[in-house]
């Protein structure tokens, strides 16, 4: 009897792991080295990405050593963490740097200094000149600056995080970021989400994509019926959804007013393509859509960098004015990190000075459109309006603009039924 029972507590022993996960590969040998020697059986994983996915999907671990080295680390480590089940998992969260602390402390959690970890032992090789003492942090690590060089070096690095909500929408930014986005993708992804498998079908049935032809009900023939760059449109305007439904955000309402600006955009674009004589009026709206994405995306990843923070300490309009300064320069780099083809970008990263470039008109009414914002809303003049119809080469009189603005209006309803 005692052995059988001894035998039970053995066997279930060896079920249970632990995982060490880090995107430090020299850390995280080291604590799952160290796991080792306390005779703890262990998986190592390089990734947090990964390794949380590991943990979330595989019961038997019972234990996680998660290891933030920095801000990258974080917000991945953050993105997932509401997914793992806490009622058989302990984690551990061991911080390189110490400021990160107070942003993964609560009750869910033990979080660990990795310099108190190691302290002891450092000290006493430092004073023998075997290695250097720790560097106490120097700097502000919450600046303006700092988060752009974070922001900037996610782009490069591709490896884009983003707190939104839904697995749906975590999949499409997934697959956005690792060029995977081929119809049958998409196709995979509407079988699991039944609001993008019936928006897709809206959108292709409308007046906008489907011209003279009948109404289909099938998503393939729909993809193919819009085409790839429109598709990808419609998957980042369903990402915006899904962080402007993410209300614990700190930009969360500033985000709210970039995606209703970027609505009006496409739709003024979409009116104002009869003045340019383009005639892909569909992609003109896609283009305006698309207009403050890089905007939305520095909010968003502020927002995540900022978590746990005081809205008091740090909205100060420093963040907000380094979003709107840069849109046009971050939302023309992951508009071509996804694959956009030239016409959807090239007007974006022109539309600041209307530089000469081969989509000229598209250019001209994406920046008509930008500046026609203040007018949409007050259906005053403004300065900025009164210049960008001079730099456009257009002169518009005031009751062709409040036409443009009534038909504008109606689009916007429009295609809130489509989009």
Not at 140 to 146: A, Y
Not at 219 to 247: C, E, H, P, T
Not at 359 to 388: P, S, W, Y
Request: aromatic content about 8%.
């Amino acid at each position: 009897m005692h052995v059988t029972f001894a035998y039970k507590k053995y066997k279930i022993a060896r079920m249970m792991k632990s995982s060490v996960i880090g995107s430090n590969p020299r850390i995280v040998s080291f604590y799952s080295s160290y796991m080792d020697m306390l005779g703890v059986v262990n998986e190592a994983y390089n990734s947090i990405n990964v390794g949380l996915k590991r943990a979330i999907l595989d019961k038997k671990i019972t234990s996680l050593i998660v290891i933030i080295e920095n801000r990258d680390d974080l917000v991945t480590y953050n993105r997932l963490k509401d997914l793992l089940d806490e009622r058989r998992m302990n984690t551990f969260v061991v911080c390189v740097d110490e400021s990160l602390m107070q942003q993964v402390s609560n009750s869910r959690v033990i979080s660990i200094s990795h310099k108190s970890v190691t302290l002891d032992f450092s000290e006493m090789l430092a004073k023998s000149n075997v290695c250097k003492p720790y560097l106490k942090e120097t700097g502000n690590t919450r600046s303006p600056e700092k988060i752009f060089e974070h922001i900037k070096f996610m782009l490069a690095r591709g490896n884009i995080t983003l707190p939104v909500e839904g697995e749906c929408a975590v999949r499409i930014l997934s697959v956005l970021d690792h060029d995977n986005i081929t119809f049958k993708a998409i196709d995979g992804m509407t079988k699991l989400d039944p609001a993008l498998h019936s928006g897709i079908i809206r959108m292709a049935n409308s007046a906008y994509f489907s011209g003279s032809y009948g109404n289909i009900a099938d998503v393939q023939k729909a993809l193919v019926r819009l085409g790839i760059n429109n598709i990808k449109a419609y998957l980042v305007n369903f990402i915006n959804k899904s962080l402007a439904a993410n209300k614990n955000l700190l930009y969360a309402d500033e985000i709210g007013e970039a995606i209703k600006d970027s609505q009006i955009i496409g739709a003024l674009c979409y009116v104002m393509s009869d003045f340019f004589k383009v005639c892909a009026k569909g992609q003109m709206y896609s283009v305006g859509l698309l207009s403050k994405i890089g905007e939305i995306f520095i909010l968003a990843i502020i927002s995540d960098y900022l978590s746990g923070e005081r809205p008091e300490d740090v909205k100060d309009g420093s963040y907000r004015k380094m979003a709107t300064q840069n849109n046009i320069l971050v939302g023309g780099t992951l508009m071509k990190k996804w694959k956009f083809s030239e016409e959807f970008y090239i007007p974006l990263l022109f539309s600041g000075t209307l530089k000469e470039n081969q989509f000229m008109n598209e250019t001209k009414i994406l920046h008509l459109a930008c500046n026609m914002l203040v007018f949409f809303r007050t259906e005053q003049i403004d300065d900025g309006l009164k210049a960008a119809l001079n730099k456009t080469g257009i002169q518009l009189s005031e009751k062709q603009l409040q036409r443009i603005k009534t038909e504008t209006e109606i689009k916007i309803k429009d295609f809130a039924a489509v989009y």
